[in-house]
């Protein structure tokens, strides 16, 4: 976490960008393309169903990408909470499809990396940035 403090304009930042890097790092996807949304539009979870073809997808590796997201989620990304809880529900057992759709989820602060919170001094009158 990265916090920045600017005397001048009486204000703070609060960042994640060096844990999402070490994310994209565990999770080779250093090199990742963007994302400006958090899901596919249309993407509708489900539980796997083998019978149509579904393939499971390494649930532990699932889980560690799910705990890494909800990790940053609360601290300073919480417009992706709601997705991590969603996909979080499919962590026993996890599809492909739940796979891709974690790795969509993971671009999504790459291509948001000045996403912060910031706290101005309210005597100031600062509008919200």
Do not use: W
């Not at 492909?96 to 671009?107: A, D």
Request: charged content about 25%.
């Amino acid at each position: 976490m990265t916090v920045t403090r600017d005397r001048n304009n009486r204000s703070i930042a609060i960042d994640q960008i060096g844990c999402i890097n070490r994310v994209h790092d565990l999770f080779e996807m250093a090199d990742c393309r963007k994302r400006s949304t958090l899901m596919e539009i249309g993407y509708k979870p489900h539980v796997i169903q083998p019978e149509l073809g579904e393939q499971p997808f390494d649930a532990r590796k699932f889980q560690k990408a799910i705990g890494s997201v909800l990790y940053a989620a609360l601290g300073t990304l919480p417009d992706i909470t709601y997705e991590t809880s969603v996909l979080g529900r499919y962590a026993a057992q996890p599809s492909t499809l739940h796979g891709e759709t974690v790795k969509h989820l993971l671009r999504y602060p790459r291509g948001t990396p000045h996403n912060r919170f910031t706290s101005y001094d309210p005597s100031l009158g600062h509008d919200s940035k």
